[in-house]
RNA sequence: GCGCCCAUAGCUCAAUGGAUAGAGUACCGGCCUCCGAAGCCGGUGAUCGGGGUUCGAAUCCCUGUGGGCGUACCA
């Protein structure tokens, strides 16, 4: 409303010139401090339509803006400072259009993007009979806020898990199983279990390589058979092999139940064999795959990426082969028009190929693929590594990460139930993982992430729980919903701040959505955190006067009902107390 | 070798090509008679080097250096 305002105006005062500029809504942006408005147009483009310098025509532009006459509307002031003209609401009347577009819905419904798709956001992608850590945990909660994301958008959004449950690495846990005594697995961390078994395997299977070639043959041949069995079926392989992988399953399940996450659909690798060896089938006789070598590749020599294998030489398949099965379910039988995947930067080549080959398979909705590509987790000490052991398995990290966030919160005097212990922990992981850009390495601290001060999932959490503090002991008998009343003294500066925020979060999804990353959600909420956090030291709320308290607690109202949101959108849950 | 990504304060991170590069942490100094001090306010402190494009560059291009990842029978 109060945009819409501005750029009338600025449009009038352009005349004829405002089409030569471009898009005006664009370069009408917030200026970097609120004490310099609430927006701002730069006139350097305009020095040479007009031949003078900016600074003049911002004088001017301002000048002929303020004689156009913007009382009573939602523009309290326009003035220019240096080369921009700069805008500044009317806060009251600011504050008054947004809460009522919270209240009658029309915020979030100006969330949305112009235009629908029906989009698949393939994301999480563990392996069964291997370690679920704490690097698997940013796959999960940047794949989950972007589904949330894309929702709050208004798209019509598969969310998709896609479980590595078949292979020869499945085949080589199995192995080590059969062939050397075990103990009984813990209940606790099974899957960790197995995927001590398969690191074994795997760490046995190079020491005999090492110790010569018949060796290493030897026991690759063994591994071999364990996944032909697999293949036919052979019953005491396959009744190993569903025992531990539904171990897995419910492993992986109540992970996902735990955080929040929930899937539309889930593939499975092992079901993707077949219908894989027939896409292969189907595209060499067409003449789209080549043998080579051998095996039969995707030549993309000329889209620059290499060649692909799809078949090995030996007939099996391998995973280009199983993700060409899944593209095209997914754009035959769920009609998707785009399709995410939230998959790390290690495999950037993979997915060039995929989708290039998919491409030349004939999938116009090809160029609608797109690899959602994040860097790896870290530990402060280095890289995470399963031969060292310094992956920390799932079940052993939130029993850590609870217990960090229990004797903090004692250590603060403060005593929580299990219930908020949960969710508490799981803002620090979520916001930990999400608050750094998709490029960039996340480097995994507990301490850090717990740490009750600073930026933090327990900082935005604690802000929330304040706001709702306010609402315990002001709101009865204020009715926020009727306009703030004229000369309330409303419109500090840390009130302007907060609000301006606030009215920012429409613009924070869309730029979401156009880069896939999270990360501007996440800093969104920890900046209004901030903002929230010098208004409530500033600006006493209880005890102001009638007028001002009506205003405040309006802005507080409005700010709880966007930041429980954009926390939502992150997967997180905020808490009443804490 | 070739390809992709990254380099900002002691440390961890921000910054649709726009105004004096912002936060957190750490360190120093203030603020609880007042809605929750897990907070707020102030101070110290930064764009890897060299060219270029632009009215304007942390951002785009070239180049050097230093890291990470990938480079057909793993996923």
Same mark, same amino acid.
């Given at each position: 409303?109060?945009?819409?305002?501005?750029?009338?105006?600025?449009?009038?005062?352009?005349?004829?010139?405002?089409?030569?500029?471009?898009?005006?809504?664009?370069?009408?942006?917030?200026?970097?401090?609120?004490?310099?408005?609430?927006?701002?147009?730069?006139?350097?483009?305009?020095?040479?339509?007009?031949?003078?310098?900016?600074?003049?025509?911002?004088?001017?532009?301002?000048?002929?803006?303020?004689?156009?006459?913007?009382?009573?509307?939602?523009?309290?002031?326009?003035?220019?400072?240096?080369?921009?003209?700069?805008?500044?609401?009317?806060?009251?009347?600011?504050?008054?259009?947004?809460?009522?577009?919270?209240?009658?819905?029309?915020?979030?419904?100006?969330?949305?993007?112009?235009?629908?798709?029906?989009?698949?956001?393939?994301?999480?992608?563990?392996?069964?009979?291997?370690?679920?850590?704490?690097?698997?945990?940013?796959?999960?909660?940047?794949?989950?806020?972007?589904?949330?994301?894309?929702?709050?958008?208004?798209?019509?959004?598969?969310?998709?898990?896609?479980?590595?449950?078949?292979?020869?690495?499945?085949?080589?846990?199995?192995?080590?199983?059969?062939?050397?005594?075990?103990?009984?697995?813990?209940?606790?961390?099974?899957?960790?279990?197995?995927?001590?078994?398969?690191?074994?395997?795997?760490?046995?299977?190079?020491?005999?390589?090492?110790?010569?070639?018949?060796?290493?043959?030897?026991?690759?041949?063994?591994?071999?058979?364990?996944?032909?069995?697999?293949?036919?079926?052979?019953?005491?392989?396959?009744?190993?092999?569903?025992?531990?992988?539904?171990?897995?399953?419910?492993?992986?399940?109540?992970?996902?139940?735990?955080?929040?996450?929930?899937?539309?659909?889930?593939?499975?690798?092992?079901?993707?064999?077949?219908?894989?060896?027939?896409?292969?089938?189907?595209?060499?006789?067409?003449?789209?795959?080549?043998?080579?070598?051998?095996?039969?590749?995707?030549?993309?020599?000329?889209?620059?990426?290499?060649?692909?294998?799809?078949?090995?030489?030996?007939?099996?398949?391998?995973?280009?082969?199983?993700?060409?099965?899944?593209?095209?379910?997914?754009?035959?039988?769920?009609?998707?028009?785009?399709?995410?995947?939230?998959?790390?930067?290690?495999?950037?080549?993979?997915?060039?190929?995929?989708?290039?080959?998919?491409?030349?398979?004939?999938?116009?909705?090809?160029?609608?693929?797109?690899?959602?590509?994040?860097?790896?987790?870290?530990?402060?000490?280095?890289?995470?590594?399963?031969?060292?052991?310094?992956?920390?398995?799932?079940?052993?990290?939130?029993?850590?990460?609870?217990?960090?966030?229990?004797?903090?919160?004692?250590?603060?005097?403060?005593?929580?139930?299990?219930?908020?212990?949960?969710?508490?922990?799981?803002?620090?992981?979520?916001?930990?993982?999400?608050?750094?850009?998709?490029?960039?390495?996340?480097?995994?601290?507990?301490?850090?992430?717990?740490?009750?001060? #600073?930026?933090?999932?327990?900082?935005?959490?604690?802000?929330?729980?304040?706001?709702? #503090?306010?609402?315990?002991?002001?709101?009865?008998?204020?009715?926020?919903?009727?306009?703030?009343?004229?000369?309330?003294?409303?419109?500090?500066?840390?009130?302007?701040?907060?609000?301006?925020?606030?009215?920012?979060?429409?613009?924070?999804?869309?730029?979401?959505?156009?880069?896939?990353?999270?990360?501007?959600?996440?800093?969104?909420?920890?900046?209004?955190?901030?903002?929230?956090?010098?208004?409530?030291?500033?600006?006493?709320?209880?005890?102001?006067?009638?007028?001002?308290?009506?205003?405040?607690?309006?802005?507080?109202?409005?700010?709880?009902?966007?930041?429980?949101?954009?926390?939502?959108?992150?997967?997180?849950?905020?808490?009443?107390?804490?």
């Amino acid at each position: 409303m109060f945009k819409e305002a501005a750029l009338a105006a600025l449009r009038q005062a352009l005349g004829e010139d405002a089409d030569a500029v471009g898009d005006l809504a664009a370069q009408l942006t917030p200026p970097p401090k609120i004490e310099m408005g609430d927006l701002a147009f730069p006139c350097f483009p305009l020095a040479k339509i007009r031949r003078a310098a900016p600074p003049k025509i911002a004088a001017e532009l301002a000048a002929a803006i303020a004689e156009a006459g913007t009382a009573g509307g939602p523009i309290a002031e326009v003035k220019a400072l240096g080369p921009y003209v700069n805008f500044f609401a009317d806060p009251a009347a600011m504050l008054d259009g947004l809460h009522m577009s919270l209240a009658d819905g029309s915020f979030f419904e100006g969330c949305k993007s112009d235009t629908s798709t029906r989009v698949m956001i393939e994301f999480s992608q563990p392996n069964t009979h291997k370690v679920f850590h704490v690097g698997h945990l940013r796959n999960v909660a940047v794949g989950d806020a972007l589904v949330r994301v894309f929702r709050a958008r208004g798209h019509d959004v598969v969310a998709a898990n896609y479980y590595g449950d078949f292979g020869i690495d499945v085949a080589k846990c199995l192995w080590w199983l059969n062939s050397h005594a075990q103990e009984e697995p813990p209940t606790d961390g099974r899957t960790a279990w197995l995927g001590k078994a398969y690191t074994a395997a795997t760490l046995h299977v190079a020491a005999a390589e090492a110790a010569g070639k018949e060796q290493g043959d030897a026991i690759k041949a063994e591994i071999r058979a364990v996944l032909t069995a697999m293949e036919e079926g052979e019953p005491e392989i396959t009744a190993l092999y569903q025992k531990t992988r539904q171990w897995c399953l419910d492993e992986f399940a109540g992970i996902y139940d735990w955080l929040d996450v929930r899937f539309d659909h889930e593939f499975f690798e092992s079901q993707l064999e077949e219908a894989g060896n027939k896409v292969v089938d189907d595209y060499v006789a067409k003449g789209v795959f080549v043998e080579s070598q051998g095996a039969i590749i995707s030549d993309l020599e000329e889209d620059g990426c290499g060649v692909a294998l799809v078949r090995k030489s030996d007939g099996s398949s391998l995973y280009m082969t199983w993700d060409l099965a899944l593209a095209r379910a997914k754009f035959d039988e769920f009609d998707v028009q785009t399709s995410m995947y939230v998959v790390g930067s290690e495999q950037t080549l993979h997915f060039k190929q995929l989708f290039a080959t998919l491409g030349k398979m004939g999938y116009a909705r090809a160029k609608d693929c797109r690899h959602v590509s994040y860097e790896l987790v870290m530990l402060p000490e280095g890289k995470m590594s399963s031969r060292k052991g310094t992956a920390i398995p799932f079940h052993l990290l939130r029993t850590h990460v609870l217990d960090a966030i229990r004797a903090k919160m004692a250590a603060a005097g403060s005593e929580v139930d299990d219930e908020a212990a949960s969710k508490i922990a799981i803002a620090c992981l979520k916001y930990g993982m999400l608050h750094v850009g998709n490029t960039r390495s996340v480097i995994f601290d507990i301490d850090e992430w717990t740490n009750p001060e #600073g930026d933090t999932g327990a900082y935005l959490l604690y802000s929330l729980a304040r706001i709702a #503090g306010i609402q315990r002991k002001a709101g009865d008998g204020v009715d926020v919903a009727s306009p703030v009343p004229a000369d309330s003294g409303f419109g500090g500066e840390a009130e302007r701040a907060l609000l301006t925020h606030l009215t920012a979060y429409p613009s924070v999804l869309a730029r979401v959505e156009r880069t896939c990353d999270p990360s501007g959600l996440a800093g969104y909420v920890f900046e209004g955190a901030k903002r929230f956090s010098r208004f409530y030291q500033e600006c006493p709320v209880v005890k102001a006067e009638p007028a001002l308290k009506h205003a405040r607690l309006k802005l507080a109202a409005s700010a709880q009902r966007i930041f429980t949101e954009a926390l939502g959108l992150l997967g997180i849950d905020a808490v009443e107390v804490m």
